[in-house]
């Protein structure tokens, strides 16, 4: 039986796709970007929380209208 350690690429790696849907909201600017971190954070986990928080991070972003 071997046993195979995991090397500290293979866990960030890991971090960095579990919090995808963060990390998309953070590029994009997205208006609700600390909603979808508490849900990738609290639900990710479950898949459909992650689901859930990648489609959020894609929706629309708030847009800003200037007073002319």
């Known amino acids: ?3 195979y350690i995991m090397g500290p690429e293979v866990a960030l790696a890991g971090l960095i796709f579990g ?5 998309i909201a953070l ?3 997205h208006h609700n970007t600390f909603a ?7 639900l990710g ?9 990648l489609i959020w ?3 629309a972003k708030r847009r800003r209208y200037h007073a002319s």
């Open 27 to 29: 590029i994009r600017g």
């Open 36 to 42: 979808i971190f508490l849900t990738n954070l609290l």
């Open 45 to 53: 986990w479950t898949g459909i929380g992650w689901i859930v928080a």
């Open 19 to 23: 919090f995808l849907p963060t990390l």
């Open 57 to 59: 991070s894609f929706t």
């Open 1 to 3: 039986m071997e046993v």
